[in-house]
């Protein structure tokens, strides 16, 4: 079974508007984090932000935010005041301690923000 | 700021070749990670190293191997190329005490075997 799901393979938004990517997660480890990475058309994973399992409020860095819903098991990206700039590809990410070090991504999901 | 960097952007091999994939870091990272990434499908973790001389098997190792001889630098190898391994190859670089601020990648590289 998928561990992340990111059912938008492809978005649009209005520049300056706010734009919502969904992540589900499947996971039985009390411990986790999940993390938004932005890849652009460069090539290189450019971290986010930041969510633990154990945060009581939402991650928010600048114009990101995460809306984390543990109980439904999905931690979505909210950019605010989309720019050109944020069109890339964005991956969900999430790393179990019981996994260790290591990370398991997303498929992805491919933003376009339309000037 | 960290550098997580890979020797090739782009690289075109034939069938058969053995092929060497570097990466190095410089902010004395315990662990590196090498993925592959194809269209629908994200990252795929293919092996990965928390210390010198050490590795471990990721999700996908079939058909790869690796070696971690200096803390800096990680190497994938491809013992013989196969068309199937055509991919997107991303080499990352992090530290065990800061798991909050992700991992550092470098630019990637985009392998063509023919």
């Known amino acids: 079974a998928q561990k992340i799901t990111q059912t938008q393979p492809g978005m649009f938004v209005q520049e300056k508007e706010a734009v919502t990517l969904d992540c589900t997660y499947d996971?039985?480890?009390?411990?986790?984090?999940l993390f938004w990475y932005k890849q652009p058309s460069s090539g290189e994973m450019i971290f986010l932000i930041y969510?633990?399992?154990?945060?009581?409020q939402n991650a928010t860095e600048g114009r990101y935010s995460l809306n984390f819903q543990k109980a439904r098991k999905s931690a979505n990206l909210v950019i605010s005041a989309s720019q050109l700039g944020d069109s890339a590809m964005y991956f969900c990410a999430m790393r179990e301690r019981s996994y260790g070090q290591n990370f398991v991504f997303g498929p992805g999901t491919r933003l376009s923000v339309l000037p | 700021d960290v550098k997580v960097t890979q020797s090739s952007r782009y690289l075109v091999k034939r069938t058969g070749e053995k092929v060497f994939l570097e990466c190095v870091q410089d902010?004395?990272?315990?662990?590196m990670f090498w993925y592959r990434q194809d269209p629908g499908l994200g990252l795929r973790l293919i092996y990965f190293?928390?210390?010198?001389?050490?590795?471990e098997k990721g999700d996908i190792p079939e058909g790869y191997s690796v070696s971690r001889e200096k803390k800096e630098r990680f190497s994938l190898i491809l013992e013989s190329a196969s068309t199937n391994q055509t991919s997107m190859y991303l080499c990352?670089?992090?530290?065990?005490?800061?798991?909050?601020?992700?991992?550092?990648f470098g630019s990637g590289t985009r392998l063509t075997v023919v």
């Open positions: 190293s928390y210390d010198v001389k050490m590795k």
């Open positions: 969510q633990g399992s154990y945060d009581q």
């Open positions: 990352a670089s992090g530290t065990r005490d800061r798991a909050a601020y992700g991992y550092t």
């Open positions: 902010m004395d990272h315990e662990n």
């Open positions: 996971t039985s480890d009390p411990s986790y984090g």
